[in-house]
């Protein structure tokens, strides 16, 4: 059971990347930063989990959102008031093109898991698959990882989305993930309403055989449990469709 705080919050996303397959839709190019601001208060924040029953089940507090939650230049701060009030664990998913940054480094030093994009082997694929920020390469994005990597001593899990664009990359992206040294790798294709075509079991299945020994979780494996949402309205609001109609 996972809690979604999102430290963005805008209507429209917030995103370094701007992913063919992003199921916030896809925004302009130019909507694309690089830059960190703070886009809720910290205080807002703390003041809606208070509202939380106590006893409700939760396992992770989930920094994620309606964009990059480490655009949030206020980040470190929520995690360490959301601490402050909730037992839970916490984790962050992001798209990894911040974690060279000293201040992204510090913010998440004492997070339990981080999940990270990583779904490009060579710059081409980046930029065609999840065409970043100006500035932003996968040369910079690949070394920010594995210096965030190098300082990091919570769980650590790549998440990588295949799609047409990067199938062949398969044994070249589970090759980084060795050389990385994931805690746990989770290969994906958008199921979920979007832009891209989801790939098949068949081609799935090809994909993980090039992750042998690694601990690999593949979507179309995973038990399919009924979820409810605390709230349908915010969570297509703040996600999109999270579902098919
Ligand atoms: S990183 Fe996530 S939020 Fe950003 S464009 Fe890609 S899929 Fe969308």
Redesign the pocket.
Known sequence: MSLGLDPISTHK?V?????T????G??EQAD?IAGRQVFVATSDLIEEIKLLESEVRIDYLTFSG???PTLAANLGEMITAVRSVRPEKVAVIT?GTLLGRKDVQADLKGVDLVLV?LEAADERVFQAL??PAAGITWRSTLDGIKAFKGTFKGRFALQI?FVEANKAQASKLAALAREIGADEIQLNTPLRPNAEKPLSLLEMTAIKDQFAGLNVRMVYEEEKKDYHPFDDQQTIRRHGQYKQA
């Open positions: 996303k995103c370094s990347f701007n992913c397959y992003c199921q916030l896809c925004a694309a309606n964009g990059e798209n994009k999840n065409r989305m």
